[in-house]
């Protein structure tokens, strides 16, 4: 059974103050990690998709990497407006229709203080 | 304006009475999925469709149906709904599934009483 387990639960910075995130999974063969950012009432938005070990992408103030056990993301100098629950979530690769099925952890609620 | 849609935002009901949540998208997209949100619990998939008539089962679909006749749509069903099954609901769309970008809907919050 794939598992993805994130951490902290919620993590409190200071602007500007540097962090990063964790993600941990279990999966019998990864085709694809997603990053996602779900504001409060509203739907998850797509942040990154990391395909293999030692792969990295950046957005603005954030940064995706990606080991064979966990993803972090690195948030740099973030402003109030980077508050938000962060989330991951795995695709395993299986045959037939499996490949459609995702698996999401609990996410992790950031909170910047200005 | 590309994007997926739900209806009602807000539903109110009582256990046992049937009731259907819609989900539409307008990106011409193959895959589409059905997720409940609870607290500590995270995002956990209900069902999916990589294409019409293609539906399968995600981590928790007891409780559940769904159908997919037409491409744009993807209702969800809760035939005799329970208490347990108050939560948030969200529809997500990709072109093709796999490990492509998943489109989220606004959610909708259900309470059964």
């Known amino acids: 059974e794939d598992q993805v387990t994130q951490s902290p639960e919620a993590l409190r910075l200071q602007e500007g103050e540097s962090s990063s995130l964790n993600c941990s999974y279990t ?11 779900q504001d409060p009432g509203k739907g998850p938005e797509f942040l990154f998709t990391l395909y293999s070990a030692g792969e990295e992408k950046e957005k603005e103030r954030l940064k995706a990497t990606l080991t064979k056990k966990e993803s972090f993301l690195h948030i740099t ?18 045959g037939g229709t499996s490949y459609g099925k995702l698996t999401f952890g609990q996410g992790t609620i950031l909170t910047v203080h200005p | 304006e590309a994007q997926v849609t739900q209806n009602p935002r807000y539903l109110i009901t009582v256990t046992g009475k049937k009731l259907t949540v819609t989900c539409s998208q307008n990106m011409n997209h193959e895959y589409m999925s059905w997720y409940r949100q609870d607290p500590g619990l995270g995002l956990r998939q209900i069902y999916y469709s990589m294409n019409v008539e293609v539906t399968d089962k995600g981590d928790v679909p007891e409780g559940y149906k769904v ?8 209702p969800l069903i809760l035939e005799s709904p329970s208490p347990n099954q108050t939560s948030l609901y969200f529809c997500a769309s990709s072109f093709r599934g796999g490990v492509e970008t998943q489109y989220f809907g606004p959610g909708t919050r259900l309470l059964v009483l």
Do not use: H, I, M
Not at chain 1, 27 to 35: A, E, H
Not at chain 1, 86 to 94: K, N, R, T
């Open chain 1, 27 to 37: 999966v019998s063969g990864l085709r694809g990690l997603f990053w996602y950012r």
């Open chain 1, 77 to 94: 100098a973030p402003k109030p407006e980077d508050s938000a629950t962060y989330l991951c979530a795995v695709q395993a690769s299986g």
């Open chain 2, 67 to 74: 159908s997919r006749k037409e491409k744009r749509n993807f």
